[in-house]
T-cell receptor, first 117, second 110 residues
Framework: DTGVSQDPRHKITKRGQNVTFRCDPI?????LYWYRQTLGQGPEFLTY????????KSRLLSDRFSAERPKGSFSTLEIQRTEQGDSAMYLC???????????????FGPGTRLTVL | SQQGEEDPQALSIQEGENATMNCSYK?????LQWYRQNSGRGLVHLIL?????REKHSGRLRVTLDTSKKSSSLLITASRAADTASYFC??????????FGQGTELSVKP
């Protein structure tokens, strides 16, 4: 059973550059979530998808951020014109569709650590 | 903004002792989950307790939920050095997104 995978695991970029992260969820999971975590804090919700539809976006997700899940499988998170404040761990999680018993659990990937210089 | 608040922020115990972490939250929830995170890594799901449940066990873990007080506790019995990690509670309102607390950093000394 393969879990949630994320690529790359680490990314160092210069301020102003664009970066893109990829998340591959557990194959039968319909829901996919993105979170951001800064040092010493808990993860903060960014956005989530039900299949290919983006259902909710946090106000943390400025217009420099865009997320896609084009075929309802993997997802990408792009940050344009990166700023030093974007430095964080970006976590992806997936879960089966809500409504089925015991399926609220979200399974997290290892994260992508972004450092903006 | 964070919904949950964990208490204490840091906890240091000896191997074999029990560790208790508390979580408070602000609004009504569908369920509450506890996660563990080892340094710099992803989160591992530990246990989920639904709003109509009061207590749940999984191995050395015991979780309680008091919806009237909007609080939960996680008890780890007979702790091991490998339990050293950060522990987060996360609440889930209908819709699926999780709202995390700031976490409790647990250190278990051998």
């Amino acid at each position: 059973d393969t879990g949630v995978s994320q690529d790359p695991r680490h990314k160092i970029t210069k301020r102003g550059q664009n970066v893109t992260f990829r998340c591959d969820p557990i194959s039968e999971h319909n829901r996919l979530y993105w979170y951001r975590q800064t040092l010493g804090q808990g993860p903060e919700f960014l956005t989530y998808f039900q299949n290919e539809a983006q259902l909710e976006k946090s106000r943390l997700l400025s217009d420099r951020f865009s997320a896609e899940r084009p075929k309802g499988s993997f997802s990408t998170l792009e940050i344009q014109r990166t700023e030093q404040g974007d430095s964080a761990m970006y976590l992806c999680a997936s879960s089966p569709t809500l409504g089925l018993a015991g399926t609220d659990t979200q399974y997290f990937g290892p994260g992508t650590r972004l450092t903006v210089l | 903004s964070q919904q949950g608040e964990e208490d204490p922020q840091a906890l240091s115990i000896q191997e074999g002792e029990n560790a208790t972490m508390n979580c408070s939250y602000k609004t009504s929830i569908n369920n509450l989950q506890w996660y563990r995170q080892n340094s710099g890594r992803g989160l591992v799901h530990l246990i989920l307790i639904r709003s109509n449940e009061r207590e749940k066990h999984s191995g050395r873990l015991r979780v309680t939920l008091d919806t009237s007080k909007k609080s939960s506790s996680l008890l780890i019995t007979a702790s091991r050095a490998a339990d050293t990690a950060s522990y987060f509670c996360a609440t889930d309102r209908r819709g699926g997104k999780l709202i995390f607390g700031q976490g409790t950093e647990l250190s278990v000394k051998p």
